[in-house]
């Protein structure tokens, strides 16, 4: 069954009875243990087991009606078998998988609007709440300018600017993105991300009390109305990790269609558009720069050759070797860039030995490796191939997560 063939290490499982999900928990490992399987649940007549294991964990149970998601992915009602659902499917419908039993969390009437300063904020719930954004839609397209604003103030911290900022800085800097990159007959409204971002659990507005219609611009100019990222959604999106995979998963659920490099370099996070990152004149990141035509990185020579020999040049996606003339050729292909913002170290265990095409589809995330070791196509999620493993080369694990997170595979 498909459903089983492509589970993998970090998938969410549902759990279903009475036409309810009634819990969910995340897949720790994968096992494949006939006899086992026999010793737990016997045989059926026809002397086949459930051989194929999974072993979960993190359970949280809840109680939520099954319809609404299930009719939303066209699977028919009630569900009779096990299901795949592809991750872009499933971020759709995060929001409905919360029983509406659970307390919400509100902020207290002081004038401000800003749950992620007034309660706390973990890693979970920031990108539950960036997956299932309630925005506008129209066409059966959501609107772009929460997504927009939110990666415009990623950039903001990424650079060490201010968290917040008054309305008039506010309008002067995203109502430009929100024209250029919203969609064409999208109306530029600053005023409603500048607002409604704050119901979000990610956002908070000061200065402008209550909890009714969208302020217009002059009443958010005369009250001196200040917005940004909550302190705790900040916080978490001050680390490398978060932040690679807040941007990849904005980038992968609303911007399919966009010209993303454009939009990443306008909103100072160019460097996020590809796995090796950039390189400013003048040198950043943890590697050493010297001064050619442009600052390159001053990468180890004796690293670069040395897993090339450990591979004998194959590709360890496709196991292909390019041919010259007199000997071979592969490339040593970063897994985190050296470049900024990525910042990854200059090691061997940031280290894969790819063929030129294989390292153009990883560093520009058309290719991930996932947690089980098989590459997989960003677009579709489907394994192309396993990566292939040298015994003396220990890759990072958390480097690969890092790559798979500007990949939007959270």
Known sequence: ?????????????????????????????????????????????????????????????????????????????????LTLVHAEERRRFLHLTTSPSQPERTAPSTGTRGPGDQAALVRDDLFRALASLKTHIKGQRPSRHKPITLLWAIGRLTRGEKRMVEWETFKAEVAPLLKEFGHPDSRVTPEYPFWHLGSSGLWSVEGVAGQGATPTPSQLASSRARAGLGKDAAAILRRSLSRAEAI???????????????????????????????????????????????????????????????????????????????????????????????????????????????????????????????????????????????????????HLRYHRGLCGRV
């Open 248 to 398: 990849g998963l904005l980038c992968s659920t609303y911007f399919a269609d966009a010209d993303r490099d454009r939009l990443l370099e306008r909103v100072g996070l160019a460097g996020y558009t590809s796995a090796s990152g950039e390189f400013p004149a003048g040198g950043s990141g943890t590697v050493n720069h010297r001064k050619v035509t442009s600052s390159q990185p001053d990468r180890d020579q004796r690293l670069v050759e040395h897993i090339k020999m450990m591979y004998k040049h194959e590709c360890q996606v496709c196991g292909s070797r390019v041919e010259t003339r007199y000997s071979h050729y592969s490339e040593a292909a970063h897994i985190r860039g050296i470049g900024k913002p990525h910042d990854g170290p200059d090691e061997l265990a940031n280290l894969l030995c790819l063929c030129p095409n294989h390292h153009v589809e990883f560093d520009r995330l058309a290719i991930y490796i996932d947690e089980d070791w098989s590459v997989r196509r960003n677009s579709t999620g489907d394994v192309a191939f396993e990566l292939r493993r040298h015994a003396d080369h220990v890759i990072d694990e958390e």
């Open 1 to 81: 069954m498909t459903a089983l063939r492509e589970r993998r290490v970090g998938d969410e499982v549902l759990f279903y009875a009475r036409k309810r999900f009634v819990a969910k928990a995340r897949i720790l490992g994968l096992l494949h243990n006939r006899p086992l399987a026999k010793e737990i649940w016997g045989v059926d007549e026809n002397k086949k087991t459930w051989e194929h294991m999974m072993a979960l964990g993190d359970v949280v149970e809840f109680d939520v009606p099954a319809e609404p998601i299930l009719e939303g992915l066209s699977i028919p009602v009630p569900l009779r078998s």
